[in-house]
């Protein structure tokens, strides 16, 4: 099997202390949670950290609990726990379609949500979702937190806002009324990377879209934000000609490079039909809860 | 309390003989005990790991290993420079080419040994493999077979004199040109096709590796190996190493899947003996999943041309035409008067006029190989090309895929059938196999709900695909590879106590041969099969033979145990009929027992005759004590199994993703020792064939960059791609095989990848006009088709 | 670093690297050499064992990160001489051929029964989804599941 190179490895036992631990290791020390993304680069020799710094013991960073008018989700907290959550299964039901289909069940039991988003691998499925819900990103470091949204939080491909020293600590979803939520996928076969997926979000006012979030996975640099799409479905009656229409701008708007998932053409041809079917499916759990 | 013995089972049947017998060997591995090769530790052992080249075409300028032989726990750096000096650098290969252990002059794909590393522990020495510094001069590459005998194409072989260009193998020819010629002038319907078999992997779960372990003071070199063919290797070791052959003995460790893997001696296993012999330790060298996706053998990778003619809606002739890619090194493994293997069965189930077909073989600049992944020599690459083809002949034609097999086939009556290339099909009754499947699968019901669907634009498909192949190389006059003929022996000892030891030449990667040759012994001489002990494996202590491919432990090894049983069987006739004082003339047998006829009461049992046979007292005139038999068995012909396969696939119009959501699989085997154990081994197939249907493939991009070098990207399937299978049977046996058995292993790799390219296409030709498409059938490249730009892989 | 695991219900202390995989960490423990690898990836599942519980895959965490847990491997399943009834299950329908993978499987089909022990084929297939069988196509291995899910519902009503 390929191996690792050496480093040094210390746990934390408070998020203050991995903060610290990190501002006084420098750029060489990284976090290690799941460790899904992390080993399999470190083991190809792709990443070579001089310093892992486990937080794993951090259980102050798992939950899943409604504050206030948010729903907020500790970093920590692992995917197989965002799956059989009924509170985001009732709320946002976006989260159980993703997790279905992200990694496999054994994966799920070790990787986390701040993982995810922090490797933010452009094909990753819980940036899309987070971005379509709306979610904001809590950030600490030595001088204190900073709350982010979605579009500042992923700043290009394998790069985020969280800079050196600080730490993602916890995802915040604002709970408003008249939510539905989808995320729809193609994979070559179960447990792959997309080839495309679009996470949708709407929130309904009687009967016409008083907001929308749509992003996409895997068809760009970064999670695709289709601010565009959203703007076209605002104040809107839902009908599957308005959800063609935003699928068609989720074709133009997403910029896919060609590999072996799957060439130009067809990768923004699945942006639009995903979006499309995102939609309907938020759509009609919308329509579902208010009746 | 449940224990293994007296757990309520499902059936309680403890056949003695052929039957459903659950596998003896089962005990170890539900308990994780096996001994898979990177289990076994040594004293004093060290490991290996190998530099290998990151371009696919290269001068090698410079080595320095100084970095790396500074660390403190390498003991050793070896380059080919050193194994020079030991004759190793180049071996031999089975299709008598040479290839390098490590590359001297150039490298010549991706992924190639440039450099062996020895140090104490596996992470020191992936360590010290970052501190070998190459330099190279990259050249360009070739990586479509193509374009390989273009004039400008690099030359890749520089290495052999007179070798001017990329040709491999010159073309060679099984059939009749100009009957074939004939039949295409006679035909009223003619298709055409270029269809393109991509390179995949078999991937076993475990990848290879072995362990050497010279002592210097015997001269004794004992291997463990994961190895399908351990005596040929220890063959090959001693000429290409000039050790004592009677020195080296080779322990097969139980191993993780072969698939035909597991057959070629690959450069990591000389390095490792090399290395062992000049360090007097044990070393260990096993392989990473990349290395083992990027240099070991592969499979497949056939261009073809194909024409196809019919005449009266019958299939009259067929014309192929083929590139073979075998990389930068011509290693496939096949019997030497067949280098293209067994391609030539291309002719099919069907009673053709002629039939032609010609194959060459290139150098690329990829990894070497070919023939693996459960290919019958080739019958994959013929089976997918003639059935692809009668399904295009089909859609010409406007005839349903199967009417236009049932009236093409071979009639039962006509066996045994010579075909037009020079085959011998032993028996057959195809029409009925068909139905069965067509009744299993419910096909005019299937053909309905098609219609109904597509009518509600939903996208439907049935393949349908039949293969006859042949199995159990093979004939000594005709099949021999690298001079060493296809035979296997057999060696039967029946102890005192009635107890019995078979040795056998084959060697299991998984198909239960612990369980299936002592049931074989069972069958034959009425001894229990948990009181036939299966030896294997180790070369020391088990008979001569050729090993596990191709499907041939059945037809010759099942065979040499069935010889040799009868062997001891008609030696204990003699015995009783002393130990009865009667003629052996007047002794009928039933099932572990030699009586009198006439007289049942007065009978000996096996053990009683096993007893005597060590006793004292007296034995038959001119015989010998004790209960032995050693055979070697040359079987008269191969063995010809067969199968009716039926896919059924949805697929989803905006996404173009394939699910297959049946397999319907008839399978003629002729006599089945084990039905648990057949079934078993269709099951796996059929994975295989899903998986390389669409998902499965290695792919290059211009420069030579191996692009599926990992778990991420060659996509086996998992248990959420695979159906339930359904399977069925029909028996028809082998009139020349002692058991009637043919062998059945690699039968659902041959048959069901075209079932289900068949069925995609059906799925989509009438809406998107699709009349073929090449495999992997990913979404992408289904969508392509469906847009009309269907693309071959790269 | 030195490291103490407890690995079967018994404590394993080491001198490791920190970058030793657990995988590793267990092969090198005498009597274990059960639980295999199979790629590079984290996309075989050979490796799978029990972490709290939970399956794992072994060769994606180091073995320094599991002081203060519970590793389970293969070799815990047989009990005094008596086999788990995974085990049986696998045994009664051919749900194995070389073995390799078997561990993995059997361990997660454990901790599936133990959480969910009336699954649907479904559900066993998801649960297995995350483990490659290159030789029985995974039939037999959900028929095993079954077996054992029906062995178990059986023998509770007998209790």
């Known amino acids: 099997m390929q191996t690792p190179a050496a480093f040094e490895y210390e746990r934390a036992t408070s998020v203050d202390g991995a903060i610290a631990s990190l501002q006084r290791l420098g750029p060489e020390a990284r976090i290690i949670a799941g460790g899904h993304s992390l080993l399999p680069m470190m083991k190809l020799r792709l990443a070579n950290p001089a310093h892992l710094i486990d937080i794993n013991d951090l259980e102050e960073l798992s939950y899943i609990r409604v504050d206030g008018d948010e729903i907020r989700i500790g970093a920590l907290t692992r995917h197989v726990e965002l799956l059989k959550s009924e509170l985001l299964a009732e709320n946002l039901p976006v989260f159980r379609d993703a997790e279905t289909v992200i990694a496999d069940p054994v994966v799920r039991n070790r990787g986390t949500i701040g993982g995810s988003l922090c490797q933010a691998d452009a094909a990753e499925d819980l940036s899309a979702v987070c971005s379509a819900v709306k979610a904001r990103a809590v950030i600490r470091g030595a001088g204190g937190e900073r709350v982010v949204g979605m579009d500042d939080f992923h700043v290009g491909p394998f790069q985020t806002a969280v800079g050196d020293g600080e730490l993602l600590t916890e995802v915040r979803i604002p709970l408003r009324p008249g939510a539905g939520s989808a995320h729809e996928k193609v994979e070559r076969r179960a447990g792959d990377w997309a080839i495309a997926a679009a996470s949708a979000a709407v929130w309904l006012d009687g009967g016409t879209i008083a907001d929308a979030g749509i992003a996409l996975s895997a068809v760009g640099l970064t999670t695709i934000h289709l601010t565009r799409a959203e703007e076209l479905l605002r104040g809107k009656a839902p009908s599957d000609d308005l959800f063609a229409q935003a699928g068609a701008i989720a074709s133009e708007d997403c910029s896919p490079t060609a590999d072996g998932r799957g060439p130009v053409d067809y990768k923004r041809h699945l942006a639009g039909v995903l979006t499309a079917r995102a939609l309907t499916r938020a759509t009609a759990r919308a329509q579902e809860a208010r009746s | 309390m449940a224990t293994l013995e007296n757990l309520p089972s499902a059936g309680t049947e403890r056949p003695i003989g052929f039957g459903r017998l659950k596998r003896k060997e089962d005990a170890r591995f539900i308990r994780g005990k096996g001994t898979y090769l990177d289990d076994i530790r040594l004293p004093g052992m060290v490991h290996g790991a190998i530099l290998r080249s990151p371009y696919a075409h290269a001068r090698i300028v410079s080595i320095d290993t100084s970095r790396a032989l500074a660390h403190p726990n390498v003991a050793a750096v070896v380059t080919a420079k050193d194994l020079e000096t030991l004759g190793l650098a180049w071996m031999p290969t089975i299709s008598y080419d040479t290839q390098a252990v490590l590359a001297g002059d150039k490298v010549r794909f991706q992924g190639q040994e440039v450099a062996f590393v020895i140090a104490t522990d596996e992470y020191s020495a992936n360590d010290a493999l970052q501190l070998i510094d190459v330099e190279y001069e990259p050249l360009p590459a070739i990586v479509n077979a193509r374009k390989a005998l273009d004039p400008d194409a690099p030359l890749i072989r520089d290495d052999k004199v007179g070798q001017r260009d990329n040709l491999a193998s010159p073309t060679w020819e099984a059939g009749e040109r100009e009957a074939t010629d004939r039949a295409f ?78 057959v070629p001696v690959y450069p990591g296993y000389v390095c490792a003996i090399a290395g062992s012999i000049v360090a007097g330790v044990p070393v260990k060298w096993v392989e990473n999943r990349s290395e083992n996706l990027m240099s070991t053998g592969f499979a497949r990778d056939y261009v073809m041309h194909a024409e196809m003619c019919a005449k009266d809606g019958k299939i009259t002739g067929l014309r192929v035409d083929v590139i073979a890619d075998h990389g930068a090194f011509d290693s496939t493994a096949q019997p030497t008067k067949f280098p293209a293997g067994f391609f030539h069965i291309v002719c099919g189930s069907y009673d053709l006029e002629a039939a032609h077909v010609q194959v060459k073989a290139v150098y690329t600049n990829k990894a070497p190989g070919g023939v693996a992944y459960r290919c019958s020599f080739r019958i994959t690459e013929a089976v997918y090309l003639v059935e692809r083809m009668v399904d295009a002949l089909a859609l010409e034609l406007k005839a349903d895929p199967i009417e236009l097999r049932m009236r093409s086939f071979i009639g039962p009556e006509q066996f045994p059938y010579e075909t037009t290339t020079g085959w011998t099909y032993d028996s057959g009754n195809y029409a009925e196999t068909m139905r069965v499947a067509m009744e299993i699968a419910g096909y005019e019901e299937l053909r309905r709900e098609q219609a109904e669907k597509r009518a509600r634009g939903e996208l439907m498909g049935i393949g349908v695909s039949f293969f006859t192949e042949g199995v159990g190389a093979g004939p000594r006059k005709h099949m021999d590879i690298l001079g060493l003929a296809m035979n296997d022996g057999a060696d039967l000892r029946v102890h005192p106590s009635g107890k019995a030891v078979v040795s056998i030449s084959a060697q299991t990667q998984g198909q239960g041969h612990e369980t299936t040759f002592a049931q074989i012994v069972a069958e034959e001489l009425g001894i229990p099969p948990e009181d036939v002990e299966v030896r294997h494996g180790d070369t020391d202590r088990s008979p001569y033979g050729l090993g596990t491919y191709g499907s041939r432990s059945t037809p010759v090894s099942g065979a040499a145990v069935a010889v040799v049983s009868r062997k001891v069987r008609d030696k204990a006739r003699l015995i009783a009929a002393t130990m009865l004082e009667t003629r052996p003339e007047d002794l009928a047998w039933e099932k572990g027992r030699w009586y009198v006829k006439g007289d049942p009461e007065k009978g000996a049992m096996i053990e009683e005759i096993a007893a005597r046979a060590y006793s004292g007292e007296q034995m038959p ?47 003629d085997c002729g006599v089945r020792i084990n039905p648990m154990i057949v079934d078993g081994q269709i099951h796996g197939g059929l994975a295989e064939g899903i998986g390389i249907a669409l998902m499965e493939v290695i792919t290059f991009d211009e420069e030579g960059n191996c692009l599926n070098s990992s778990f991420m990207d060659y996509l086996i399937p998992t ?19 002692p058991l009637g058995a043919k062998g059945v292993g690699e039968s659902p790799n041959v048959g069901s990848p075209p079932a289900i390219v068949n069925a995609v296409i059906d799925a989509l030709h009438e809406t998107h006009g699709v009349d073929h498409i090449d495999m992997p059938c990913t979404p992408a490249r289904v969508w392509a088709a469906m847009q009309g730009r269907p693309e071959p892989p790269q | 670093m030195n490291v103490t695991i407890s690995i079967n219900g018994e404590k394993v202390t080491r001198d490791v690297e920190p970058r030793q995989l657990l995988v590793h960490f267990i092969r090198d423990t005498p009597g274990l050499t059960g639980t295999h690898w199979g790629c590079d990836t984290s996309n075989c599942g050979a490796c799978v064992v029990q972490m709290d519980g939970e399956p794992v895959k072994s060769c994606t965490i180091l073995a320094v990160m599991c002081e203060g847990h519970e590793i389970r491997t293969v070799e815990s399943l047989e009990v005094d ?38 699954p649907t084929d479904q559900e066993i297939r998801t649960a297995i989804s995350g483990a490659i069988c290159r030789c029985t196509g995974y039939k037999n291995i959900v028929a095993a599941v079954r077996w054992a899910a029906d062995y178990e519902a059986a023998a509770k009503q007998e209790v």
């Open chain 2, 185 to 262: 002038a006679e035909a009223d319907t003619v298709v055409t096709r270029d269809i393109i078999y991509p390179r995949c992997h078999p991937a076993p779960l475990e990848t290879c590796g072995i362990i050497a372990d010279f002592d210097p003071e015997t001269g004794q070199l004992d291997i463990y190996n994961g190895n399908q063919a351990p005596h040929a290797h220890r063959t090959v070791y001693a000429h290409v190493a000039g050790l004592a052959e009677h020195m080296i003995r080779i322990r097969c460790s139980d191993i993780g899947g072969g698939f035909g893997n597991k």
């Open chain 2, 719 to 737: 248990a959420l791609e695979c159906p339930d299978y359904e399977l069925g049977e029909t028996v028809t046996p082998c009139p020349h095989h």
């Open chain 3, 81 to 118: 001489g008596r086999l788990d009834p995974v085990q049986l299950g696998f045994h009664e329908t051919h749900a194995l051929q070389c073995g390799f993978c078997t561990p993995g499987m059997l361990m997660t089909a454990r901790a599936l029964l133990d959480e969910n022990p009336d």
């Open chain 2, 621 to 667: 005139e001119g015989m010998e004590g004790g209960l032995d038999a050693q055979v070697i068995y040359d079987p008269p012909n191969l063995t010809y199994p067969y199968g009716a396969y039926i896919a059924v696939v949805d697929i989803d119009p905006d996404t173009a993703h394939v699910t297959v959501r049946r397999f319907i699989a008839v399978d």
